[in-house]
């Protein structure tokens, strides 16, 4: 639920105005009537509370938190008013293609029928199983499979408005990152989002996080107002996302997320390829070429992530402590990307170099195996 500002970020340039999210490189716009949150600053903190600062200057919002429930129901005014036809109560649990038509299997309520189409666009999010049964997930490594909670509290105390703040280290119970943001409910009430597996369920983590940790001051007064979870399939992402007359976008066909304004784009110019390809021209090859070149995770840079996310259990809480602590007065670019933020990050832990190997020749070993690592391998640790 943040639109990042980054230019160039995904191949385009979002602007937020007038009502409007507006894609100027792509040029469309979509009409957004609900109210918007700046990011301005980003803290990562250690165990022991040393700060890695991400901002950009004279507090410029680097992203804005939006209300998607609200962007959901305008964008389903929309499509009904313009005619689309929406099948509430209704899962997808198959099809085939036939060569000259697509069949799209629909469970509704307790009956089972058929509709058909030329092409077909799946665009059913971070858990691919329709596009696992036409055959698209073919040659991608499902790395893991996540259980994200997250919770609504009013009452946290300590933390900057308007700010995003990544806690790290065995000490917050989890491998991942403990997350507390802006929420788009108001002032009062922040967000906490945690990531577990089946062994170490985001639940039992939070009563942990609230009773014995660092945050444990911070939360002492929270009173929890709401609660959301997911669980979510980690895939590298698919480098062609189409086969005959189908194609996967989205979430859907990426490593884990686009990000909404990802989604947005992938919709934009898969509309685009089902007309050429209606036409009898090549629209899905490039889709294709449009979606290697645009988003990070088609690429071997994506690796990288390994860095910035794979800090525990790597590095023990003293070591992120350390690490930390030798940048910690500096402020990196503010950037809400996943992919950025670690090249931003380890640059700066690397520019100590001589200190790491003097002072901590162990931790620097850690840091050159880490270089080697990918995203499967961190995950897996």
Partial sequence: MQLILDDGYEGDFLKVENGKFVFQKSGFSVDYSGDLIPVCHKYYHSPKNH???????????????????KLLKDLYEECVKAGVQVMLGAKAVGGKDNGDEVELQILRTSEEI??????????????????????????????????????????????????????YGRAYHSNAAVIIGPSIHGDDIMEMTITGDAKNRPTETFEKVVKESPLSPNLKNIEIV??????????????????????????????????????????????????KELYGKNGFEEYNVWWNDSFEFCGDQYLRVAQGYALVPVYSDDEVDYLFSLVEGETFEGTYSQYKTPKLMWDGIRSHEDKIKTERPDTYQKILRINQMTLGGAIQK
């Fill in 114 to 167: 058929s509709v058909y189409g030329k092409k077909l666009i799946i665009a059913e999010g971070v858990n691919p199983t329709i596009t696992e049964k036409f055959g698209l997930n073919e040659g991608r490594m499902h790395m893991a499979t996540a259980l994200v909670m997250k919770y609504f509290l009013k009452g946290v105390e300590g933390i900057e408005k308007n700010s995003w703040n990544l806690f």
């Fill in 51 to 69: 700060i890695m600062h991400f901002a950009l200057p004279d507090n410029k919002p680097f992203a804005y938190k939006f209300d998607k429930q």
């Fill in 226 to 275: 709401e609660k959301q979870g997911c669980s979510v399939k980690a895939y590298n992402a698919s480098k062609k996302p189409y086969k005959g007359n189908v194609i996967s976008i989205g979430d859907a066909a990426a490593m884990v997320e686009v990000e909404v304004q990802g989604a947005f784009l992938c919709a934009f110019k898969a509309a685009a390829a089902i007309e």
